[in-house]
């Protein structure tokens, strides 16, 4: 936008061609030169970003002051700022706030159940809807302490069985609105300073990722021709090195869509050497946290078998689920994710079994909605 303004500016109305650069290392800044764009190819991104300017005069600049102005009357003597991002996510966490104060936590009751086979494992009281809230709660505890008693004592029958083989993908690639996340585990920074250290990253300072400033996980299938120069360079470092050499370059991960790619493609290493000594503690930890997700790509997918089981116990039904890991796939790299839940350990039952349990009921109590963060 700003090249365009100065070309404006000067009444240019020759032909227009764009350097694009997803990195600054001398490999990629020759690569860019020989592929420079024809300038209609990003007149778009141009209109855009004219429209948010245009916005922020129209909205953020006359609105502040308007409401600057007007504010006075209240007491209020500094500027009162308005802006078209700022002020709507401003009402976004006012009104979460507000609910948040005004919460009244209620109790409800669970029933738990612990069974006995080959080994022990529990389930959870499924509450009928003739005496469930809307989020399919126990509200009266009378209800909860009957299931308890007409249980105490009965045997329970396995009436479902259930186990069905699950494909898990591996993590999407590095983006920007990654490090707002706070429950991403591998990208082990500082929330409030994850773009700093990753900029440190791509830029002087070490050269050694793509451009960070991006919002789309895709790769374009053109990338593909580096992939065995980056896994190669990559393999000399001995933090890598194994994972390097079990990486398929063959296998075809969903990261590869030129559909999805946006103005810039995912944060991915570049096939350089890294210098880790000279990586702060956190440059470090955010470098591997970009290699671990690059490399996962070429594993396999991760693959469990996921199981439910229903029992019926004196009429009433108590489900539960567990997970056993069946192939590691890209786990090898990454390990599990943060959102995956393990499960427990559930053993092999057929329909129609009996088996023994002990029944107690627990008392909870509501949450109200969790305040916004960065991530969410």
Same mark, same amino acid.
């Given at each position: 936008?700003?090249?365009?303004?100065?070309?404006?500016?000067?009444?240019?109305?020759?032909?227009?061609?764009?350097?694009?650069?997803?990195?600054?290392?001398?490999?990629?800044?020759?690569?860019?030169?020989?592929?420079?764009?024809?300038?209609?190819?990003?007149?778009?991104?141009?209109?855009?970003?004219?429209?948010?300017?245009?916005?922020?005069?129209?909205?953020?600049?006359?609105?502040?002051?308007?409401?600057?102005?007007?504010?006075?009357?209240?007491?209020?003597?500094?500027?009162?700022?308005?802006?078209?991002?700022?002020?709507?996510?401003?009402?976004?966490?006012?009104?979460?706030?507000?609910?948040?104060?005004?919460?009244?936590?209620?109790?409800?009751?669970?029933?738990?159940?612990?069974?006995?086979?080959?080994?022990?494992?529990?389930?959870?009281?499924?509450?009928?809807?003739?005496?469930?809230?809307?989020?399919?709660?126990?509200?009266?505890?009378?209800?909860?302490?009957?299931?308890?008693?007409?249980?105490?004592?009965?045997?329970?029958?396995?009436?479902?069985?259930?186990?069905?083989?699950?494909?898990?993908?591996?993590?999407?690639?590095?983006?920007?609105?990654?490090?707002?996340?706070? *429950?991403?585990?591998?990208?082990? $920074?500082?929330?409030?300073? @994850?773009?700093?250290?990753? !900029? &440190?990253?791509?830029? /002087?300072?070490?050269?050694?990722?793509?451009?960070?400033?991006?919002?789309?996980?895709?790769?374009?299938?053109?990338?593909?021709?580096?992939?065995?120069?980056?896994?190669?360079?990559?393999?000399?470092?001995?933090?890598?090195?194994?994972?390097?050499?079990?990486?398929?370059?063959?296998?075809?991960?969903?990261?590869?869509?030129?559909?999805?790619?946006?103005?810039?493609?995912?944060?991915?290493?570049?096939?350089?050497?890294?210098?880790?000594?000279?990586?702060?503690?956190?440059?470090?930890?955010?470098?591997?946290?970009?290699?671990?997700?690059?490399?996962?790509?070429?594993?396999?997918?991760?693959? *469990?078998?996921?199981?439910?089981? $229903?029992?019926?116990?004196? @009429?009433?039904?108590?489900? !539960? &689920?567990?997970?056993? /890991?069946?192939?590691?796939?890209?786990?090898?790299?990454?390990?599990?994710?943060?959102?995956?839940?393990?499960?427990?350990?559930?053993?092999?039952?057929?329909?129609?079994?009996?088996?023994?349990?002990?029944?107690?009921?627990?008392?909870?109590?509501?949450?109200?909605?969790?305040?916004?963060?960065?991530?969410?």
């Amino acid at each position: 936008m700003i090249a365009r303004e100065v070309l404006e500016y000067v009444n240019y109305n020759g032909p227009v061609r764009r350097l694009w650069l997803s990195a600054l290392d001398e490999a990629s800044i020759k690569k860019a030169l020989g592929a420079l764009r024809a300038g209609a190819e990003t007149e778009k991104m141009y209109d855009a970003g004219l429209g948010r300017s245009r916005g922020d005069w129209l909205i953020g600049m006359n609105m502040t002051r308007l409401c600057s102005i007007l504010s006075r009357d209240f007491g209020y003597k500094g500027a009162l700022s308005v802006g078209r991002v700022q002020t709507p996510t401003l009402r976004l966490v006012v009104d979460r706030d507000r609910q948040i104060e005004q919460f009244v936590p209620q109790a409800y009751f669970d029933v738990v159940g612990t069974f006995t086979a080959a080994c022990s494992f529990k389930a959870k009281w499924q509450v009928p809807d003739n005496v469930a809230d809307e989020h399919g709660r126990c509200l009266q505890v009378c209800h909860a302490d009957n299931v308890v008693n007409q249980c105490q004592g009965q045997t329970a029958v396995v009436s479902a069985f259930d186990t069905k083989r699950q494909k898990g993908e591996a993590s999407c690639l590095v983006l920007l609105r990654l490090f707002a996340k706070s *429950d991403v585990s591998q990208i082990r $920074v500082w929330r409030s300073r @994850g773009v700093e250290y990753c !900029t &440190s990253l791509c830029t /002087e300072k070490h050269k050694v990722t793509t451009y960070p400033r991006t919002d789309c996980a895709y790769l374009p299938l053109s990338q593909y021709d580096d992939v065995a120069s980056i896994v190669n360079r990559l393999s000399q470092v001995p933090l890598f090195s194994s994972w390097c050499k079990d990486a398929n370059p063959a296998e075809e991960g969903a990261c590869w869509n030129d559909k999805k790619i946006t103005a810039h493609h995912a944060i991915i290493p570049l096939p350089v050497t890294p210098d880790l000594t000279a990586m702060t503690e956190k440059e470090r930890n955010l470098y591997q946290a970009i290699v671990q997700r690059y490399l996962a790509q070429f594993y396999s997918v991760a693959e *469990d078998d996921a199981t439910t089981v $229903v029992l019926t116990v004196a @009429g009433h039904l108590f489900k !539960t &689920s567990g997970r056993v /890991e069946q192939v590691k796939g890209w786990r090898v790299v990454m390990g599990k994710d943060d959102d995956e839940e393990a499960g427990q350990s559930l053993p092999l039952l057929s329909i129609g079994q009996v088996l023994s349990g002990t029944y107690q009921r627990e008392e909870k109590k509501t949450k109200p909605p969790a305040r916004f963060t960065e991530g969410a």
